[in-house]
């Protein structure tokens, strides 16, 4: 059972410390529902805000399927932070083989909406210390991540006709 003893709230093991998940059953109420989608929300964030981009992704698609592919921008945005976090792990050959796997087929299609964006992502590897450069050092750091997190937290509030705080 996803309960625990803390008053009647539901521990469904998606804090920051593990981000793995224990599914719901059918029979859940609305309130149920409600709170899974915000401990789903809050694994989210903490995946991102650790670097765990991949962990964030596979979350995405279990909890909230089809948002990738309703509002592109946020694929677009957590390849762009998986590359940054390969760059950050110092693995510039996994980061190249990442973008041109992953963020390649951004070219162009995120443009209006991210002016730049990718060019100064992808710039990472001109860098041998990127966290010295004014340019890209922001993207190195965590207040990036949170940006992320923030817009990803955005895209599932609006699928669920809720406003960002």
């Not at 804090?15 to 989608?37: E, F, I, P, R, V």
């Not at 592919?69 to 957590?78: K, V």
Request: aromatic share 6%.
């Amino acid at each position: 059972d996803a309960r625990s003893g803390n008053g009647g709230a539901i521990n469904l093991g998606l804090g920051c410390a593990n981000g793995a998940g224990s599914g719901a059953s059918a029979s859940w109420s609305d309130d149920h529902l409600a709170l899974l989608t915000i401990n789903a929300r809050q694994s989210l964030r903490c995946a991102v805000t650790r670097g765990d981009i991949l962990a964030a992704m596979r979350m995405l698609d279990t909890f909230f399927p089809g948002l990738a592919s309703r509002q592109p921008h946020i694929p677009f945005l957590l390849h762009c932070q998986a590359f940054i976090e390969l760059v950050r792990s110092a693995d510039a050959l996994g980061a190249l083989g990442y973008c041109q796997a992953h963020l390649a087929t951004y070219r162009g299609r995120m443009e209006t909406a991210y002016p730049g964006k990718l060019g100064t992502v992808v710039s990472l590897l001109a860098y041998s210390r990127p966290e010295a450069s004014p340019l890209v050092a922001p993207l190195l750091q965590l207040a990036h991540r949170e940006a992320v997190a923030d817009a990803v937290n955005s895209a599932v509030l609006s699928e669920s006709g809720a406003r960002p705080s």
